[in-house]
């Protein structure tokens, strides 16, 4: 009797499964459900009226699994997901609702981990994490759906709580719903439209009193870019699908507007900009003149309805692009989409104006243009030609003997390399050369008139690249904000492909301005401008493919693929039995061996690998007498004490082999010493046989030093914040991850110390014994304590050449900004100076130049309005000569004002977030308020006032100073360098 009352109990969960014409994948998904470690689950199957034998195999499993499956048919199509949701949703007998679509599957334990947050948490709503599985992909690509919004399991009581939630995780899938809540609150999907979900869950979470998101995987979305049946979310071409976006959107800004819900609606905008409108302006360089007028017109009457403030929340060209988008500007908007679509490229000629960059010159006169349309902080004016990727429309395609192409009309097809271009196997291309013609951007004249141009196109499989092809550029003109080119390319002559396996030859323009060199796509900007087949020669045969026809990548670049002109049938044949054969066990044991070569490839080049060969091969290797290894900064520079030590030993011409290790670019680096990347095997050879590793931050931390290696670890500053174990952080860590954080402090054979304020700081947080300290002084202060002392002995302060280099007029004092790091980042990812140094260069640039550095790992951009009077110097490896120079600075909380002190001349402190920087974070070791050497300010106002009366302040901060030097940097006495040098390499042989 017991049994019987079970089974006829209502199931703790009911899955509405929706399906049309899918009846191939319904199973899996049915199965998922049943499948579910919860046993209390339903099957509520619908079928939108399928034509095919869907709604069959959901009786089917229906009849398989009695009072676990139920199947039912709408009576006609609905066109849309809403309605069979609808239907599911009142033939559910759950206490919870859930929905999945035919094409997808659950996580096995979705029913039990959303249900156990539900009923402990009171829920309405419970979310966790989807994940996009891209199965037709070769990898098989998983992307997780808005994944920090599931790092932690939190509970709303409003969704107002967490804005990121209502705007960005818009489906209805991932999460399981109270029967009771749907019912109460009339909560049903729209009829007949798509991006359904985008209402649905909005009103959902506006009525829900209590929502849980767990940190669980759910729901697998399955992606099938091929599908012959695409998908909504992959036929965002059709207008329809833009025409229903536009209207949800518009229905639920009225629902936020109806409840005063300001915030919402601005944060929903800023998503819009950034992801909406985004997918569908990706696809408008492939559609035709009017497609894009009535995309327009839809779009600019919502465009003028977002909040203004949404536009400065975006990447600048998200804004540059609806900006132009609602202006209607397509001769500036199709550009900007180019940039969209490829990040990095600079698409237009761009334009200066009082100071600032723009991207275009129209629209200036309109405030809010001219403030959307100001691109400055990307830097652009700051970049040489060799470190921009610029813009090269096609526009001029012929084969020789062929018909020349220009301002046609292509049709969407050709995208991704799958379509045929145009006329396709009508075109002619009997020559096998083809002419190409096209323009290139020149943004703010960085290809100066006059240049010596030159330049070559290069053909490259896109695929398993083992050859490439050049062809000469023949002409290459300037014209102002651009350089046109022509050139040909003898396809069947010199193109010579191996055939099927590199099937899409990419095509590059790379153009050298006096010797630099910078690289190019070609745009495909105009639709079939480039159609037709040519002959070429493939070295394995001909039976496959013997010509190749122009496509449009999905980025809008030009390419050309392989393929059979003649004899269709045949060669398909061909194709098959050599796909076959590939497929077959020859090329099943070919393919293996590949991939295991390609595997071991990257196992050989995987961090795990190289400290594998450090340990067990190069640290059996003698260690060198008279080898040492250099790093600064983790391999960013050339500088700082280990920069000191190198010259010391240079100076004293001592016999030693030097390695210095770079990340990133080695220009700056000494020419006269050995260069090696970080992380790569000849670094890694170095350190295991190096008999000196001198550094000042830390060398990686999972290689363990060799006993006869001598570790001197000069650091790079005194500590204001705490470090090492003092931190809150660190002290929570477990036992075991204490133990191996000391393990890499312990590879420290000395440690320099340049006051005791280091010995009860910094050695006492990294937990350091006392012979392991060195008082010496930081090497990099000796040429700081130098300056001082020549300044005293002469009366007067020499600037030295580098005022000359970087253009300082004699009549101007020299100002240097140097920030400590920052995490967040502004606008572009960018440091964003906390003052405006527009306001400085109007009202102090008559007097001061001043110098910003950004912190190593930070990077800022100065608009072109305060050339001359601000400039970035943060690209220069060693800080020392910025500090000689300066005849003061302003720091916040960074180690550069202890090495500052040193010169004895003015420092200011901008702590406009210091309660956040001192309380906030990992704390300090001192109230920098109280013993700050210099003015402290807080505003912008007060720092222009404390430079006002900086001839003031300095003779009466000159006694705190003393006493700042006396505390901070009482072994910093000149002689660091020369005090290492002799402790530890004097018996070395003098050259």
């Given at each position: 009797?017991?049994?019987?009352?079970?089974?006829?109990?209502?199931?703790?969960?009911?899955?509405?499964?929706?399906?049309?014409?899918?009846?191939?994948?319904?199973?899996?998904?049915?199965?998922?459900?049943?499948?579910?470690?919860?046993r209390g689950v339903e099957v509520v199957i619908v079928d939108d009226c399928s034509?095919?034998?869907?709604?069959?195999?959901?009786?089917?499993?229906?009849?398989?699994?009695?009072?676990?499956?139920?199947?039912?048919?709408?009576?006609?199509?609905?066109?849309?997901?809403?309605?069979?949701?609808?239907?599911?949703?009142?033939?559910?007998?759950?206490?919870?609702?859930?929905?999945?679509?035919?094409?997808?599957?659950?996580?096995?334990?979705?029913?039990?981990?959303?249900?156990?947050?539900?009923?402990?948490?009171?829920?309405?709503?419970?979310?966790?994490?989807?994940?996009?599985?891209?199965?037709?992909?070769?990898?098989?690509?998983?992307?997780?759906?808005?994944?920090?919004?599931?790092?932690?399991?939190?509970?709303?009581?409003?969704?107002?709580?967490?804005?990121?939630?209502?705007?960005?995780?818009?489906?209805?899938?991932?999460?399981?719903?109270?029967?009771?809540?749907?019912?109460?609150?009339?909560?049903?999907?729209?009829?007949?439209?798509?991006?359904?979900?985008?209402?649905?869950?909005?009103?959902?979470?506006?009525?829900?009193?209590?929502?849980?998101?767990?940190?669980?995987?759910?729901?697998?979305?399955?992606?099938?870019?091929?599908?012959?049946?695409?998908?909504?979310?992959?036929?965002?071409?059709?207008?329809?699908?833009?025409?229903?976006?536009?209207?949800?959107?518009?229905?639920?800004?009225?629902?936020?507007?109806?409840?005063?819900?300001?915030?919402?609606?601005?944060?929903?905008?800023?998503?819009?900009?950034?992801?909406?409108?985004?997918?569908?302006?990706?696809?408008?360089?492939?559609?035709?003149?009017?497609?894009?007028?009535?995309?327009?017109?839809?779009?600019?009457?919502?465009?003028?309805?977002?909040?203004?403030?949404?536009?400065?929340?975006?990447?600048?060209?998200?804004?540059?692009?609806?900006?132009?988008?609602?202006?209607?500007?397509?001769?500036?908007?199709?550009?900007?989409?180019?940039?969209?679509?490829?990040?990095?490229?600079?698409?237009?000629?761009?334009?200066?104006?009082?100071?600032?960059?723009?991207?275009?010159?129209?629209?200036?006169?309109?405030?809010?243009?001219?403030?959307?349309?100001?691109?400055?902080?990307?830097?652009?004016?700051?970049?040489?030609?060799?470190?921009?990727?610029?813009?090269?429309?096609?526009?001029?395609?012929?084969?020789?003997?062929?018909?020349?192409?220009?301002?046609?009309?292509?049709?969407?097809?050709?995208?991704?390399?799958?379509?045929?271009?145009?006329?396709?196997?009508?075109?002619?291309?009997?020559?096998?050369?083809?002419?190409?013609?096209?323009?290139?951007?020149?943004?703010?004249?960085?290809?100066?008139?006059?240049?010596?141009?030159?330049?070559?196109?290069?053909?490259?499989?896109?695929?398993?690249?083992?050859?490439?092809?050049?062809?000469?550029?023949?002409?290459?003109?300037?014209?102002?904000?651009?350089?046109?080119?022509?050139?040909?390319?003898?396809?069947?002559?010199?193109?010579?492909?191996?055939?099927?396996?590199?099937?899409?030859?990419?095509?590059?323009?790379?153009?050298?301005?006096?010797?630099?060199?910078?690289?190019?796509?070609?745009?495909?900007?105009?639709?079939?401008?480039?159609?037709?087949?040519?002959?070429?020669?493939?070295?394995?045969?001909?039976?496959?493919?013997?010509?190749?026809?122009?496509?449009?990548?999905?980025?809008?670049?030009?390419?050309?693929?392989?393929?059979?002109?003649?004899?269709?049938?045949?060669?398909?044949?061909?194709?098959?039995?050599?796909?076959?054969?590939?497929?077959?066990?020859?090329?099943?044991?070919?393919?293996?061996?590949?991939?295991?070569?390609?595997?071991?490839?990257?196992?050989l080049t995987s961090g795990e690998t190289k400290i594998r060969v450090y340990g067990?091969?190069?640290?059996?290797?003698?260690?060198?007498?008279?080898?040492?290894?250099?790093?600064?900064?983790?391999?960013?520079?050339?500088?700082?004490?280990?920069?000191?030590?190198?010259?010391?030993?240079?100076?004293?011409?001592?016999?030693?082999?030097?390695?210095?290790?770079?990340?990133?670019?080695?220009?700056?680096?000494?020419?006269?010493?050995?260069?090696?990347?970080?992380?790569?095997?000849?670094?890694?050879?170095?350190?295991?046989?190096?008999?000196?590793?001198?550094?000042?931050?830390?060398?990686?931390?999972?290689?363990?030093?060799?006993?006869?290696?001598?570790?001197?670890?000069?650091?790079?500053?005194?500590?204001?914040?705490?470090?090492?174990?003092?931190?809150?952080?660190?002290?929570?860590?477990?036992?075991?991850?204490?133990?191996?954080?000391?393990?890499?402090?312990?590879?420290?054979?000395?440690?320099?110390?340049?006051?005791?304020?280091?010995?009860?700081?910094?050695?006492?947080?990294?937990?350091?014994?006392?012979?392991?300290?060195?008082?010496?002084?930081?090497?990099?202060?000796?040429?700081?304590?130098?300056?001082?002392?020549?300044?005293?002995?002469?009366?007067?302060?020499?600037?030295?050449?580098?005022?000359?280099?970087?253009?300082?007029?004699?009549?101007?004092?020299?100002?240097?900004?140097?920030?400590?790091?920052?995490?967040?980042?502004?606008?572009?990812?960018?440091?964003?100076?906390?003052?405006?140094?527009?306001?400085?260069?109007?009202?102090?640039?008559?007097?001061?130049?001043?110098?910003?550095?950004?912190?190593?790992?930070?990077?800022?951009?100065?608009?072109?309005?305060?050339?001359?009077?601000?400039?970035?110097?943060?690209?220069?490896?060693?800080?020392?000569?910025?500090?000689?120079?300066?005849?003061?600075?302003?720091?916040?909380?960074?180690?550069?004002?202890?090495?500052?002190?040193?010169?004895?001349?003015?420092?200011?402190?901008?702590?406009?977030?210091?309660?956040?920087?001192?309380?906030?974070?990992?704390?300090?070791?001192?109230?920098?308020?109280?013993?700050?050497?210099?003015?402290?300010?807080?505003?912008?106002?007060?720092?222009?006032?404390?430079?006002?009366?900086?001839?003031?302040?300095?003779?009466?901060?000159?006694?705190?100073?003393?006493?700042?030097?006396?505390?901070?940097?009482?072994?910093?006495?000149?002689?660091?360098?020369?005090?290492?040098?002799?402790?530890?390499?004097?018996?070395?042989?003098?050259?």
């Amino acid at each position: 009797m017991g049994l019987i009352a079970d089974r006829e109990r209502d199931p703790d969960v009911s899955v509405v499964v929706i399906v049309y014409n899918d009846e191939a994948r319904l199973r899996a998904a049915v199965r998922s459900v049943l499948d579910q470690t919860l046993r209390g689950v339903e099957v509520v199957i619908v079928d939108d009226c399928s034509t095919d034998g869907s709604y069959e195999v959901a009786q089917w499993l229906a009849a398989e699994n009695p009072g676990r499956v139920r199947a039912f048919q709408l009576p006609e199509n609905s066109g849309g997901c809403g309605e069979p949701r609808n239907v599911g949703i009142g033939h559910t007998r759950g206490r919870y609702v859930m929905f999945l679509d035919s094409d997808d599957v659950l996580e096995r334990n979705a029913c039990r981990n959303l249900l156990e947050a539900a009923e402990r948490d009171g829920s309405d709503i419970v979310s966790g994490l989807c994940v996009r599985l891209h199965l037709d992909r070769r990898n098989q690509k998983r992307v997780e759906w808005y994944p920090w919004l599931y790092a932690r399991t939190q509970v709303l009581d409003s969704v107002t709580e967490l804005p990121d939630l209502f705007v960005w995780d818009t489906l209805s899938t991932n999460k399981m719903y109270r029967r009771g809540f749907l019912m109460e609150n009339q909560l049903r999907f729209l009829k007949g439209m798509f991006y359904e979900d985008l209402m649905f869950i909005a009103e959902a979470y506006l009525a829900a009193e209590r929502i849980t998101l767990i940190p669980n995987q759910v729901y697998f979305w399955h992606v099938y870019e091929k599908a012959a049946a695409k998908s909504i979310s992959n036929r965002r071409h059709e207008m329809t699908n833009f025409v229903h976006r536009m209207e949800i959107h518009r229905r639920i800004d009225a629902l936020l507007a109806e409840r005063g819900l300001t915030e919402l609606k601005l944060a929903k905008d800023v998503k819009f900009l950034k992801h909406d409108l985004v997918l569908h302006l990706r696809d408008l360089p492939f559609r035709d003149d009017s497609y894009r007028q009535e995309f327009a017109g839809i779009a600019r009457d919502y465009l003028t309805s977002l909040a203004p403030e949404a536009y400065d929340e975006v990447q600048s060209i998200q804004a540059v692009c609806a900006y132009l988008l609602r202006e209607n500007d397509w001769d500036n908007l199709l550009p900007a989409v180019d940039t969209l679509t490829n990040r990095d490229k600079i698409s237009a000629p761009l334009v200066e104006r009082d100071g600032h960059v723009y991207w275009c010159a129209e629209h200036l006169d309109d405030p809010f243009g001219r403030h959307v349309l100001d691109v400055t902080d990307l830097g652009h004016h700051t970049r040489t030609v060799d470190r921009m990727f610029l813009r090269n429309t096609l526009t001029g395609y012929a084969e020789r003997g062929g018909t020349a192409h220009g301002g046609t009309t292509r049709g969407g097809t050709g995208r991704g390399g799958t379509g045929r271009g145009g006329t396709g196997r009508g075109g002619t291309g009997r020559g096998g050369t083809v002419r190409l013609a096209g323009r290139i951007v020149n943004p703010l004249g960085v290809i100066p008139e006059g240049a010596r141009l030159t330049g070559h196109l290069e053909f490259r499989a896109r695929r398993r690249s083992l050859q490439s092809f050049r062809f000469p550029v023949a002409v290459l003109r300037h014209e102002g904000d651009s350089v046109s080119w022509e050139a040909e390319a003898d396809l069947a002559g010199k193109l010579r492909p191996l055939g099927i396996v590199d099937e899409v030859w990419d095509v590059r323009l790379k153009l050298d301005v006096d010797g630099v060199r910078t690289t190019t796509r070609l745009t495909a900007s105009e639709h079939d401008l480039a159609e037709g087949l040519l002959p070429v020669r493939p070295r394995l045969t001909r039976m496959v493919a013997d010509h190749v026809e122009p496509v449009v990548s999905q980025r809008g670049h030009l390419a050309f693929r392989l393929v059979a002109r003649d004899r269709v049938e045949d060669k398909e044949r061909v194709r098959e039995l050599v796909v076959r054969g590939i497929h077959g066990r020859p090329g099943k044991l070919a393919k293996s061996g590949f991939q295991r070569a390609k595997k071991l490839r990257k196992k050989l080049t995987s961090g795990e690998t190289k400290i594998r060969v450090y340990g067990e091969v190069f640290s059996r290797l003698p260690v060198k007498k008279g080898l040492v290894v250099f790093e600064s900064q983790l391999g960013k520079q050339y500088s700082d004490s280990p920069k000191a030590i190198y010259e010391e030993m240079l100076r004293q011409g001592l016999r030693f082999e030097a390695v210095w290790s770079y990340a990133g670019s080695p220009e700056g680096f000494p020419a006269e010493a050995t260069l090696v990347r970080r992380w790569s095997l000849p670094y890694l050879r170095a350190l295991a046989q190096a008999e000196f590793w001198i550094d000042n931050q830390s060398y990686p931390l999972k290689l363990t030093k060799r006993p006869e290696t001598t570790y001197i670890q000069t650091w790079h500053g005194s500590a204001l914040k705490r470090m090492g174990f003092d931190e809150a952080a660190w002290k929570l860590k477990s036992k075991a991850r204490q133990q191996e954080q000391q393990r890499v402090l312990n590879r420290f054979d000395r440690f320099l110390i340049r006051s005791e304020h280091d010995v009860r700081t910094l050695a006492k947080a990294f937990r350091l014994q006392e012979r392991t300290l060195l008082r010496v002084g930081y090497p990099r202060n000796d040429a700081l304590v130098h300056a001082r002392e020549r300044e005293a002995a002469a009366g007067r302060r020499a600037r030295g050449p580098l005022a000359a280099e970087l253009g300082i007029p004699e009549d101007k004092q020299v100002l240097l900004y140097a920030p400590t790091f920052r995490k967040h980042g502004g606008r572009n990812q960018r440091f964003e100076l906390p003052f405006d140094v527009e306001r400085f260069a109007a009202e102090l640039g008559d007097r001061y130049v001043l110098l910003v550095r950004a912190h190593y790992l930070n990077h800022v951009v100065l608009p072109p309005s305060v050339r001359g009077t601000v400039i970035d110097v943060s690209a220069r490896h060693d800080v020392n000569p910025l500090m000689e120079l300066s005849d003061a600075l302003i720091t916040d909380y960074s180690s550069v004002m202890f090495d500052y002190a040193l010169l004895d001349r003015p420092l200011l402190f901008f702590a406009y977030d210091y309660e956040e920087y001192a309380h906030e974070g990992r704390g300090t070791y001192f109230d920098l308020l109280e013993r700050a050497p210099g003015p402290v300010v807080r505003t912008e106002d007060e720092l222009y006032g404390a430079l006002d009366s900086l001839a003031e302040d300095d003779a009466k901060y000159q006694p705190e100073r003393e006493r700042f030097v006396a505390e901070f940097g009482e072994y910093d006495k000149g002689t660091a360098a020369r005090s290492i040098v002799e402790q530890f390499f004097s018996h070395w042989s003098r050259s």
